[in-house]
């Protein structure tokens, strides 16, 4: 079946180091990716997307690249700062045979950033 | 505005009493659903509202009873909880379940506490 797997936390970085997490998934067909981000007490929040091969999600200064050819959807982002503290999901949408639009989502990465 | 609201914030029950939890969206989305989210886990989707209508339900206890009286409006009757059933709940919505490249935004959540 489909999945996805994450590297695991937490991860700890000081302000304005480089950020990558990464993300692969298992799918059958052509998924469309996402990253969500939750942020202590609160739901979650969509951070981008990307919907086919090649495609380049980006907001806030995180990016993400849909690579088929590694199953791979590593969320990056230059220069972190304190409030992007957080936990990041990587999810694909169910596209199995009921096309349910259910979510598959890896584990969580917690992330913590240090003045 | 792809805002998802939901109410209580907070709810702290008996293993007796009937409560109840309620999602709203005014984006004109015509696919609903319900999470349950504990404490450093993704989210399990629970159930899965299309145009009003029951689609999916991932084997939840009866404990658990959905409702969506019309398309902007969705509930969760609880009765007779475990203290198990503790977690955040999370609705999302979404423009139509059967388009994978669709996205589900979520609501802040309930943070449900069984005694």
């Known amino acids: 079946g489909n999945s996805v797997t994450q590297m695991e936390g937490p991860v700890t970085l000081s302000e304005e180091a480089f950020l990558t997490i990464n993300c692969t998934y298992t799918?059958?067909?052509?998924?469309?990716l996402f990253w969500y981000v939750q942020y202590p007490g609160e739901g979650l929040q969509l951070l981008l997307k990307?919907?086919?091969?090649?495609d380049k999600g980006s907001n806030k200064g995180f990016e993400a690249t849909y690579r088929k050819e590694t199953t791979s959807f590593h969320l990056e982002k230059g220069s972190v700062q304190v409030s992007d503290s957080a936990v990041y999901f990587c999810?694909?949408?169910?596209?199995?045979?009921?096309?349910?639009?259910?979510?598959?989502f890896g584990q969580g990465t917690t992330l913590q950033v240090k003045p | 505005d792809t805002e998802v609201t939901q109410t209580p914030k907070h709810l702290v029950m008996g293993m007796t009493n009937k409560k109840s939890l309620k999602c709203e969206q005014h984006?004109?989305?015509?696919?609903m659903y319900w999470y349950k989210q504990k404490a450093k886990k993704p989210p399990e989707l629970m159930f899965v509202y299309s145009y009003e209508k029951l689609s999916i339900n991932e084997s939840v206890p009866s404990r658990f009873s959905p409702e969506c009286p019309n398309s902007s409006l969705l509930n969760l009757h609880l009765h007779a909880l475990q203290p198990e059933d503790s977690a955040l709940y999370l609705c999302a919505s979404s423009r139509k379940k059967e388009a994978s490249t669709d996205t589900q935004y979520f609501g802040p959540g309930t943070r449900l506490t069984v005694l």
């Open positions: 799918a059958t067909g052509y998924p469309s």
């Open positions: 999810a694909l949408s169910d596209q199995g045979s009921s096309n349910t639009g259910k979510l598959i």
């Open positions: 984006m004109g989305h015509r696919a």
């Open positions: 990307a919907t086919k091969a090649d």
